[in-house]
C-alpha cells in the first residue's frame, strides 16, 4: 500500500525552487557561452545550390499532376537529364560524406567547443545536485501513475511503498533538464541553442550527403506516373454539386 507524504514547505523553498530556477539560468549561459564560442559560419555555395535544387524537385513530384503533361516532361528532363540534368551525379563525382564532414577544420573544432559547453555544466551540476539534494522528496504530481514510471520520478530513494507520483529532487533535476526546451524558446526566442545546432549542421553540410539526395530525387521523378488533373476538375465538381442539390 503506498504511503501518502506530508511535504514540508522548506523543501519547497530551498530544494525544488533553487534547482529550478539554477537549471533554467544554467541553460540561459550556456546558450550564451555557446554562441560566443562558436565561429562565423559561411554557407557552402555548392551545399546550397544542391538543396535548392532538392527542394524544387519535391515542388515538382508534389504538384506534378496540376500542370501540363508537356510542361511536366520538359521539366523532368530538365532535372533528371543524363548529360547535364541537375539531379544527376556522375560516379566519379560522388563525393563521401564523412570525408566531407571532417575536411572543414573550424566545423570539428565548433563541434567540439559546442559539446563541451553541454557536458560542462551538465556534469557539474548533476554533482552538485547529487550531493546537495539527494534523497529528498521535491514534488508531487497531481495525478495517479502507473509502477512504469518509478524509476524514472523516483531516482535516488529506494523505497517501493512510497506513492509513484512523488518526484525525487534527483529526478526533478532530469526533468528540467530534459522539459525545459519550450521555456527557453520562450525566452531566448525560437531560433534556441538547440536548433542553433541544427542550422550550424546544414550550412556546412554535416551529415548531408548530396549525391544519395539527389539520386533519390531523380528516380523518385523517373518513377512519377503523371495524370493532369485539370481535365477532371468539371466532372469533380458537378458530382459536388450534386451531391449538395440532393
Given amino acids: 500500500m503506498a504511503e501518502d507524504l506530508v511535504l514540508d514547505t522548506a523543501i519547497r523553498d530551498w530544494v525544488l525552487i533553487p534547482l529550478s530556477v539554477v ?30 535544387v ?16 508537356k510542361s511536366f516532361r520538359s521539366r523532368r528532363v530538365y532535372f533528371s537529364n543524363e548529360e547535364n540534368g541537375l539531379l544527376f551525379v556522375p560516379k566519379g563525382q560522388a563525393q563521401n560524406a564523412q570525408a566531407q564532414m571532417f ?3 573550424n ?5 567540439m567547443k559546442k559539446n563541451l559547453s553541454m557536458i560542462i555544466p551538465q556534469t557539474l551540476t548533476f554533482a552538485w545536485v547529487n550531493f546537495f539534494f539527494s534523497g529528498f522528496v521535491a514534488a508531487k504530481i497531481p495525478f ?17 511503498t512510497v506513492d509513484v507520483s512523488y518526484v525525487s ?16 524558446s520562450l525566452i531566448l526566442g525560437e531560433e534556441n541553442a538547440t536548433d542553433d545546432t541544427q542550422r550550424m549542421m546544414q550550412m556546412s553540410g554535416f551529415g548531408f550527403d548530396p549525391s544519395k539526395s ?7 521523378l523517373d518513377i512519377l506516373q503523371h495524370e493532369w488533373a485539370l481535365p477532371k476538375f468539371e466532372h469533380r465538381a458537378e458530382a459536388v454539386l450534386k451531391k449538395l442539390i440532393r
Avoid: H
Avoid at 30 to 41: D, N
Avoid at 58 to 66: G, K, V
Avoid at 107 to 111: G, L, N, S
Fill in 23 to 52: 537549471m533554467v539560468l544554467i541553460g540561459i549561459l550556456r546558450y550564451f557561452v555557446s554562441k560566443l564560442m562558436l565561429s562565423s559560419q559561411v554557407p557552402d555555395p555548392k551545399i546550397v545550390k544542391e538543396g535548392q
Fill in 54 to 69: 532538392i527542394v524544387r524537385a519535391r515542388n515538382l513530384r508534389a504538384a506534378a499532376n496540376f500542370i501540363p503533361p
Fill in 103 to 105: 575536411s572543414d577544420p
Fill in 107 to 111: 566545423m570539428a573544432m565548433d563541434m
Fill in 144 to 160: 495517479p501513475l502507473t509502477q512504469r514510471f518509478r524509476s524514472m520520478l523516483q531516482n535516488g530513494i529506494d523505497l517501493s
Fill in 169 to 184: 529532487s534527483r529526478s526533478w533535476y532530469f526533468l528540467n533538464l530534459f522539459g525545459l526546451r519550450g521555456l527557453f
Fill in 214 to 220: 539527389l539520386g533519390a530525387e531523380k528516380d523518385g
